[in-house]
DNA sequence: CGGGTTTGTCGCAGCCTTGGAGAAACCCGC
DNA sequence: GCGGGTTTCTCCAAGGCTGCGACAAACCCG
């Protein structure tokens, strides 16, 4: 049960949030200049130079004296994420599997996509994930620093355990996810698992199409909808950090069961197996099937048209509530909603003129991702990354590449 | 269109910081010690003992010293909020209209209820709870200072006007309520307003069934159903500030008119007129209609029971979406929901336990609202206070119950 | 009257800000 | 081409604010 406590501000913790506050405009922003941090900021000269210094001293960031630019004055030094302190990220779907190594500031040093054996657990699952992971470590400069590991997982995880409750779509229940990768990896590297929702969520407001937006709503349809929600400009985690997830709003009270135990959930009337029913194709599965789909949808089949509008149409439904509950700037799309959406968009911002209250629907615009398959692993990423940002000295327990490249051999 | 801002902590902020750390823990837990307050806020004896201070200055607070409390040790002095530091509290809604006067600390000094003119447009009502206002505050001591009002308004607010977008049930559209509040009170005085269902869930979770939790989820069931959100312990706003329309949450896809241009929605299946339809009553209205139900269920009037179980499952529909969107500690029903709750109770969970994820459900309890129809009033006292509570400076800025009285007069 | 507890006060250390000196680049006029 | 003026930035020392820790005093109880 999550309890609000409020607590005084001390002295030493002024200094820890004005690092943090630096080192997320940098991470944020990428390569700036001291000046430039000074508005972003809010702190003085002096201030931005002390901080630096101490990211410096932590191997976060990195400064160079910059050359002229062209304009007049003294140019300004500037500072830039080091390439040498990476966090390592997993991307855990129904079909596939990701692994990518981030550098602060999003940079993308590293990445493999591979399928995803069905028929075997969770346990073969990060065996095969922590392999490729060393893989891309052997292939970084031995002074290379890891600060953590994210993992997005196609299923529901309890915060405080790392628990995958429920991922029915990847047929897991109760898979301790953080205890195996950190066994996997080396005991005291710092893991965070999030919910492929949240990940999506999180990643396209730092590094896609809602970049800077303070309330996102994200949504993944891969082979159920996933949510992921940014109110306020924070991610919405709920009592156990299961929030967000949307496609399990019932929208059918006549609708068929879903995997979760109820029925009429959204996802089963808006999600892959909803779609391929109504062009017909119920015994078809998978992204190939979605693409023949968007294929002859291409063509001008129109049947196949016919199906995507009566499909647009329960996508808006639902899309109406979440907009209704959520007010927010930008929804943005992800998985086969994204791919789709072309086919669809036109019908649902239609369906949703009529359902969405007008002071909502004024400002909230409904666009495709930006990110596409990469969102949930980079915002693995970004949620990795998320305990340096807030505490930067944490930064001091990093774990050198080659530690772990030992442990995990 | 919301944007999220980084800003550094300068040392000035500190204080500020710690003195609303300080004061909110008095508000929320009435007369504290010195002593108490140290655990409570983080802080050392040394800082709240000169934070103390400044509030008392500020006339927030009062100290007294304590008298022996049977414990060993030099008694601790007594901190209270000053009975002298007030807000105004308006409650708009369908049927009344409702003024109160509020301490910090949450007392209610006095409070009035009147029926509300359906006929006449939002300027009478204004005229008409301001002259109520101003009854109240005559009867409190001269020096007693408003620091503000606040008002709950059934119907959607536009945060950054202050503007009742829509109210379709009071029959409202663009009303400038915070304006228009303003003018009648005096130019200077703080207004505060916010959206019923918003200021459901804030008293519910300061004074009422949610105490100290930091996910809630708040309906009120009044002709509509509104809703309110408390998401990590932080009141859900969305981009505009109209978030937690979750009555208006589509449901059925073969679903009734509703009175926002959309069709389903939540509160057309689990609203007022809902109920009284299922009945057979849907020519009446109004709370005596719903009065009538609960005496014929209480009588165990068999179609009527029957009736509220068929109700029950479509109140459980919605708040199942609601309930895997938001992961909440609790789940609190207002208005009409909280008057039935005993005979839907039973129906409503059984359908929450096939509905909602088992993660989330294990913790997630609905019980019945402890403010009742005060809820509201509550809601818009503690929002009045808000202002106060995040920078306790402002106070200076109060203004004496006398100047509102020459001011309206 | 002694033990235990709480409070107030004082010096110390940490953090940020301010303001001035100095450095580095640009522009312009000679 | 060169030097002065301008702009912008960095660095450094002084100053103010804050919270922290230790001590002594105040207070209650047995």
Request: glycine letters at 12%.
């Amino acid at each position: 049960m999550s309890k609000t406590t409020i607590t005084g501000t001390r002295s030493e913790s002024v200094r820890l949030m004005n690092q943090s506050v630096v080192l997320r405009a940098v991470h944020l922003a990428g390569e700036s200049s001291r000046s430039m941090l000074v508005p972003a900021t809010g702190l003085t000269r002096g201030a931005v130079g002390t901080i630096v210094g101490d990211l410096v001293d932590l191997r976060l960031l990195e400064e160079e004296r910059a050359g002229s630019d062209g304009s007049p004055g003294r140019p300004s030094t500037l500072v830039r994420p080091s390439p040498r302190a990476v966090v390592v990220a997993f991307d855990i779907r129904v079909e596939t599997v990701a692994v990518g190594v981030f550098t602060l500031g999003g940079h993308r040093l590293a990445a493999t996509r591979i399928s995803r054996d069905h028929d075997r657990g969770p346990e073969h699952t990060v065996d095969e994930v922590a392999t490729i992971a060393r893989g891309l470590l052997e292939l970084l400069p031995p002074d290379t620093v890891v600060h953590g590991v994210g993992a997005a997982v196609a299923g529901l995880v309890r915060q405080h355990d790392q628990l995958v409750v429920s991922g029915p779509n990847l047929g897991w229940r109760d898979v301790p996810i953080g205890a195996l990768l950190r066994d996997r990896l080396g005991a005291d590297v710092h893991v965070a698992v999030g919910n492929d929702g949240d990940l999506g969520a999180l990643a396209e407001t730092r590094r896609g199409a809602a970049v800077g937006l303070a309330d996102v709503v994200y949504l993944s349809g891969e082979v159920g909808i996933g949510g992921g929600v940014i109110a306020g400009g924070r991610p919405l985690t709920g009592s156990a950090g299961c929030s967000g997830e949307v496609g399990h709003i019932p929208v059918n009270p006549d609708g068929l069961p879903c995997n979760c135990g109820s029925s009429g959930c959204w996802e089963t009337e808006a999600g892959d197996h909803a779609l391929l029913r109504r062009v017909g194709r119920s015994d078809e599965i998978g992204t190939a099937a979605i693409e023949a789909v968007v294929h002859d949808a291409e063509a001008g089949d129109a049947a196949v048209l016919a199906a995507l509008d009566e499909h647009a149409r329960w996508v808006a439904f639902g899309l109406a509530g979440v907009m209704n509950t959520f007010d927010p700037d930008l929804v943005v799309l992800g998985g086969t909603l994204a791919r789709i959406h072309p086919y669809i968009a036109e019908a649902v911002d239609r369906e949703l003129d009529r359902r969405v209250f007008d002071v909502i629907r004024a400002h909230a615009r409904v666009v495709p991702s930006e990110l596409g398959i990469d969102a949930m692993l980079t915002g693995a990423a970004e949620w990795a990354w998320e305990s340096v940002l807030t505490e930067p000295p944490r930064a001091a327990s990093g774990v050198a590449a080659s530690t772990i490249l030992r442990r995990s051999a």
